[in-house]
């Protein structure tokens, strides 16, 4: 029987030989947007991991690839390198990779000598889908189908996708992601007024600060299920997904689009907090670019050049304090995603869970640990993790008013699963 | 019998399960100064005490608390919350806290549940005196008296009170405050032009560079008497107080304030340095009120918004080595307090003691140190700190002219007690 | 037999306890530059070396000084000291040191008392040669003669010395220096527009970007040969030195002045990188003052008031992405020295010699590699390391175009020794 220290840890290191590491690295991850190699042999790019460094470059044929960041000869960073005629060149010696890690020219020896063909870097294969560069970290004879989540299958124009750096580990927030009960209280001074839930039905009834959970497993994780009281003899359901390992999708307002996000380790204090919008029919709108723009729902206004937010721990995230005295800002700091980096990043770098107090509302996060706890166990008895079929990742999250007060007579009625050319469930 | 490292360590290790922070935790503890937390539900105020992380906020009744730092449901830090009605609400989920620690609210739990009286932050009580909040840290069942010091029970138009953030161990930082010899040398530039003495008889006897110094103990401490030579068959006596456990007090000049110092252990690498002046008879005066706006004498200018010194040691104190050179500042560093600051933070952010040399004018650290071990291992079985009685602190510092050679003597002719309404010994 | 962790260890760690620092303890040190301490009783300087942290000072009669860096009293910073009258005098209570570490006043002691002479901080002897300040380290009884390098020979208008700093390993960077073979790929921007090889017949065979690499010992280090084919049946020949523990000597381009570094260790994530430009029989000329100034050639543009490069690893060394595509710079970095600080910083502080793969150009570094190991291995037996003989610094780097294939052959043929009033042999 583990201590609550022991399972802190173990739910929290990433590395290549830690339990919840290797569980990650059965999953396909998505390691950078596309949109940071914007062209072939544009300039590579360092990416970390899974706490291991990388290199990303895409190379004159289009293809991206991720290797190790050192080069083999002196460990010379190839982030200096240049990326010219099928291969990523070392600045120092000028010992040039191809996509799959393998040493093709040292300028220095013949190439009759077959020097280079023994030298190799270690390699990830890499796809692109949906925007983002995706990854396979694991051992080769285990890689799992390609994912399937709709914002990835939807047309570019229906879609965005961004990234922003938060520092702290992706446990707590992911699980920040997970645990909807806070928006009656941290978002609650856009209830009424950001992009996200702005002018919908739904936003009106989330007056009602005491939601009941029910939480239940699905094949790739978990189906959450907020209810919350309507009209007499009715309840208003919000249905969130929490996808293995990282992935979880915010209940839709109206006919705004879907929104998700992944929580991605950098290393074990850092983590990319992956941010999705989608809707299933249509492109997005106007409004919806709009906040997008302007950092508001769940994006953030990132310093220019990099994915580091501008209010960020290094100036208290330019905390407002009128703001929240007013009550415009619940905690003072502006936006969506900026109050959750905020009071996530404030618990420190890893949270010390064997000092926290959990509520009924946390149904969801206690579950979530104990699925990723099981998966990484049984794993290490050969068992394989639950969500690598991609029809888990097919799914949606919804929100609805119904008479049905028990989750299970809801989920039947509930469309749960994402089935293309069809609108989500919303209201 | 410990090594001299041994004995470092124990002198300087402040955390709650050292012997010293044990010691410590036995006396009120000056935590913030009372303008931090300028009127009821202000924002709260992030406080760090002997390593612990602490939050200060004044309630709606203007009742001031400090609580563990992080909201016992998920550990997010309060300094986000929100003082209102009466307490300190998380901004994550919004429970709520009182100035005891108490939760009064969880709002996703129903209040008959009784959820959250089961849940109690850790708080420490406060008290304000002197233009500070007090907080006693130890044991609940052996809180002393509150603190008695002159400062403290003046009116507030005689007293000025402030705090700068000083970026060494404590102990180095007030063995500077007991070690007067150095006036001699490193405030020589000041003798005579700053606020501090300037104009007094008191100042012009400072020229004899080789004090004679006699220390004895005090109910609370240490008096240490520093002699020099003034007109034939004359001595300068200039009395110093140390009291138990941090605080020390300057012999005064004319009819200048009194002026003294608590260094107060933010971490073992931090401490604040207090710094507090006040006249038992008057209001200070306009030539007061400008040497502390312009941080002359024992102030300093502060960064905006901080108590941090403009000049630190990321700058290196902005040292004027053409002001070193003509002799105006003896180390080219502005003003009394940061040639104070600057030098003991260069010893590093713990100094190592098995290393140093002392020499006969260090009879009072010496005695200091002996003091607070004695203290901290008689504590261990059960004895009683000195200090705790607030007699102890009702005590002042003094400079005279006396024939008396002996410390004996002139401790006898000395009034060195803070007796209301009379003025203090000085010249 | 050592594992390649241990062996990278041992290579690297320069502190007092360690073998590399004992063998390298054996040497004199260029310890800082002249210019740094420009006039007597002017400031002291801080200098860490060898992961020893010092104060260097010039007296009143214009003598040089390394002492420990903190006073013997209460291990305040000598840096805030005063030096006054042949010697430095502590800015805390005035203790004074002379050039030898002798404590020569205590102003509050009567000199009568004897208590200074007792005092005597850690002092390492100080000359100055050719610009810099150079400094023993070892066991007084077995200091070797002064150092005779050719640049601190000839006259100051023949010399220009400077220093930068590098954030990585002393020896990763002086890998850098040893092998020549990476300036046909990360310097290859540079070969026919920089001042230090343009307009020369030299630079114009460096199209060979396939030299073949011979090595052979010298009595004080080693001697690299680099072959290059030139016209028929000839071959173009550059001769490095390496001379124990940490010079290297660039081979020269035409008439222009010789080039050379010393890596010396700040501390073991830290060095300067020290270079030497002279030409033996004339003063240096307007086009190498020009290149001086402008940060060309082995020199590097600084932060003002430091020794510190504008481009540096805070700002990505200011990396030129178009400059690098056009192949102006080849790693996009700007200027020579930075393009080696950059790609060797790169590789981390200390780099894990256990990842890389050598191949055939490196037998330079493997051969030094191997001298300091065996070097240090033996000083532990007692015996003497290589190139205390200052015949040993007494030699030069050459280039030249020969019908010899044979390294051993050119040896013969090429003078490599600094005889005084002879120009080296240069293409």
Chains 1, 2, 3 share one sequence.
């Not at 990650?24 to 390691?31: E, I, K, L, N």
């Not at 992935?247 to 950098?266: E, F, K, N, S």
């Not at 929100?399 to 069809?422: H, I, K, N, P, Y």
Request: hydrophobic share 35%; with cysteine.
């Amino acid at each position: 029987m583990p201590t609550r220290e022991q399972t802190n840890q173990l739910l929290t290191r990433t590395g290549p030989s830690e339990a919840m590491g290797r569980l990650f690295r059965r999953y396909w991850v998505p390691a950078l947007l596309s949109e940071e190699l914007p062209e072939p042999d544009c300039p590579p790019v360092r990416v970390k991991l899974l706490s291991e460094p990388l290199i990303a470059f895409r190379d004159t044929h289009g293809r991206v690839a991720l290797l190790d960041q050192f080069c083999a000869h002196r460990r010379a960073s190839l982030w200096f390198g240049r990326s010219e005629e099928g291969g990523l060149r070392c600045a120092y010696h000028g010992w040039k990779y191809d996509v799959n890690g393998q040493c093709v020219d040292v300028p220095s020896e013949p190439p009759e000598s077959g020097f280079c063909s023994k030298i190799r870097l270690k390699s990830y294969p890499c796809v692109e889908r949906g925007g983002a560069v995706w990854t396979y970290m694991g051992p080769p004879d285990q890689r799992p189908p390609l994912p399937e989540f709709e914002w990835t299958l939807v047309p570019a124009s229906h879609r965005h996708v961004s990234k922003r750096l938060q520092e702290c580990n992706y446990l707590q927030a992911m699980e920040g992601g997970i645990d909807s009960s806070h928006v009656s209280s941290l978002h609650s001074g856009e209830l009424h007024t950001d992009a996200l839930h702005k002018g919908t039905k739904g936003a009106s009834y989330q007056r009602d600060a005491r939601p009941q959970f029910e939480v239940v497993g699905s094949p790739g994780g978990l189906v959450i299920g907020a209810r919350r009281n309507a009209e007499p003899g009715h309840y208003y359901w919000r249905i969130s997904q929490w996808i293995m390992p990282w992935y979880t999708m915010i209940p839709p307002y109206g006919d705004h689009a879907l929104h998700g996000h992944a929580w991605v380790p950098i290393d074990d204090e850092n983590c990319w907090a992956w941010s999705m919008s989608h809707h299933p029919t249509r492109p997005l709108n106007k409004h919806e670019w709009e906040a997008i723009r302007s950092g508001q729902s769940i994006y953030a206004d990132l310093i220019p050049g990099t994915y580091r937010p501008v209010a960020n721990k290094d100036n208290d995230y330019l905390i407002d304090r009128a703001g929240q005295k007013t009550g415009r800002y619940y905690s003072g700091v502006k936006g969506i995603s900026m109050q959750d980096a905020s009071i996530q990043e404030s618990m420190g770098a890893i949270t010390d869970r064997s000092l926290e107090h959990l509520a009924p509302t946390d149904v969801g996060i206690i579950k979530a640990r104990r699925r990723l706890l099981e998966a990484a166990h049984a794993l290490q008895k050969g068992v394989q993790p639950p969500g690598l079929d991609p029809a888990a990742h097919r799914v949606r999250s919804a929100s609805f008013v119904s008479s049905a007060a028990r989750f299970a007579d809801v989920a039947q009625e509930a469309s749960l699963t994402a089935e293309a050319g069809t609108a989500h469930l919303s209201i």
